[in-house]
């Protein structure tokens, strides 16, 4: 059974940090590219970050040079940091998985592509 498990969302102040984990269990994680979405209120859901199977990343404008993806493949899990929060961050973050067959065939935040998503975490980004 497949499943991808989000933690680590909360409330932050402006300015601050936060690192989001998720578990993934019932594939072969490393064979998969990986990505975080978030989708705020009333928004379309949107690509943060994606990892390949080959360590290749790609952020979304909006993140740039503020959120850290990262996987450890011996653990199954994949991460993002994020630093320097602002209140445009707020949303809920979905980890997602789509074989790496996929990866280099479809633009990475297409959304569609991806196989497996987890339940989601709320981060909220206010003072």
């Known amino acids: 059974q497949v499943q991808l498990v989000e933690s680590g969302g909360g409330l932050v102040q402006p300015g601050g940090s936060l690192r989001l984990s998720c578990a993934a269990s019932?594939?072969?994680?490393?064979?998969?590219?990986m990505a975080w979405f978030r989708q705020a209120p009333g928004k379309e859901r949107e690509g943060v970050a994606v990892?390949?199977?080959?360590?290749?990343?790609i952020y979304a404008d909006s993140v740039k040079g503020r959120f850290t993806i990262l996987r450890d493949n011996a653990k199954n899990t994949l991460y993002l940091q994020m630093n320097s929060l602002k209140p445009e961050d707020t949303a809920m973050y979905y980890c997602?998985?789509?074989?790496?067959?996929?990866?280099?065939?479809?633009?990475?935040?297409?959304?569609?592509?991806?196989?497996?998503w987890g339940q989601g975490t709320q981060v909220s980004v206010s003072s």
């Open positions: 997602a998985g789509r074989w790496r067959g996929a990866c280099s065939r479809f633009p990475w935040a297409e959304s569609w592509t991806y196989d497996y």
């Open positions: 019932g594939f072969d994680f490393s064979d998969y590219c």
């Open positions: 990892i390949g199977s080959d360590a290749v990343i």
